[in-house]
């Protein structure tokens, strides 16, 4: 057993992840998330604001502390697209080094998605490439694994292996901040076709650089994907346990959504599932889940709480 520490560093939220890797098991040591919102005004100003950095620096001293407890061998911290989209991603690079002791990666769309569809199906899957008999959980290969993020959203198509991987500029913080500015109210409708547009225009360019339509199995990951889910099973509050693996009907995906839609910040707010960080951009994050199963034409989504940061504990355990 090799004690990893994996943090990813995205535009919403900033985790961790310390786990025992051997062989082919991923054992949970300690797991923490805390939205810090980096990506705050990126889409708009192409920089990295103080504020957003001193609280993503102040959560990572608080795992640094975790990983000098649990007695970690090696870190990798990662950061995706706020910090590869600024000017002043130097100053992240620096605060990274000063509080891990390790440089940080910036990594491309397509690493992301490597990372991500890695984490995702290494407990889906244990098939060879020449069987085309179903996965556990009754899932089928080939997958589609989508993480929508803060900043981006990652398609990554593959069985056993990443065959096709694409990373678009639509996200729930990035499509909140450019439409949905007042979180307080329901949108009116122009708003709302404004903002299905920007997925809509994604979605084009991902159907003609990846082959779609090859894919079984869709699974969805990340906190807007675990959060809908959540919300679609009616859970008392959140539970990981029974939110991974969870199979959420496409119908359900859009009655959730457009619950969301139509409801207040105070209203979704109440929701027992809702982190208080995801409050604001929810709806966006809902909707471009929703429009991904519309748009392929998949009848379910398959959730997974294993995503990129598992994948980032894996590479560790190679280094």
């Known amino acids: 057993m090799t004690r990893v520490a994996a943090i990813d560093c995205g535009t919403n939220s900033v985790r961790l992840l310390i786990a025992d890797v051997g062989g082919d098991a991923l054992t949970d040591v300690e797991r923490r998330m805390e939205i810090v919102r980096l990506g705050q005004g990126v889409d708009k100003t192409g920089r990295l604001a103080p504020e957003a950095l001193e609280r993503t620096f102040g959560a990572m001293r608080g795992y640094a502390g975790l990983i000098d407890r649990h007695g970690a061998s090696a870190v990798r911290v990662v950061a995706t697209s706020a910090t590869r ?15 891990f ?26 098939l060879s490439p020449e069987t085309d008999l179903p996965a556990p959980h009754g899932t089928r290969p080939p997958y589609l694994v989508v993480d929508i993020g803060g900043g981006s959203t990652e398609f990554v198509i593959g069985s056993t292996h990443v065959e096709a991987a694409l990373s678009v500029d639509i996200g729930c913080v990035r499509l909140t901040e450019r439409h949905l500015r007042d979180a307080g109210t329901p949108p009116p409708t122009e708003v709302v076709e404004a903002l299905l547009a920007d997925i809509d225009e994604a979605l084009d360019r991902v159907s003609q650089e990846i082959p779609v339509e090859r894919a079984l199995t869709l699974v969805g990951l990340a906190g807007s994907v675990t959060t809908v889910a959540g919300i679609a099973l009616d859970l008392p509050e959140y539970d990981p346990k029974r939110i991974h693996h969870s ?19 105070d209203e979704r707010a109440a929701i027992p599932v809702m982190h208080p960080g995801r409050v604001d951009v929810i709806v966006a994050g809902a909707l471009i889940l929703d429009r991904i199963v519309e748009r392929y034409g998949f009848t379910e989504v398959v959730v997974s709480e294993h995503d990129i940061l598992d994948g980032i504990a894996w590479s560790v355990s190679k280094l």
């Open 101 to 126: 002791g390790v440089e940080p990666e910036v990594i491309t769309g397509a690493e992301e998605a490597e990372l991500s569809f890695t984490g995702a199906t290494r407990d889906l899957v244990r």
């Open 247 to 265: 199979r959420i009907p496409a119908i359900r995906t859009n009655e959730v959504s457009r619950r969301l839609l139509e409801m207040t910040h």
């Open 85 to 99: 989209d600024a000017a002043n991603r130097q100053e992240f690079v620096d605060g990274v080094r000063e509080i």
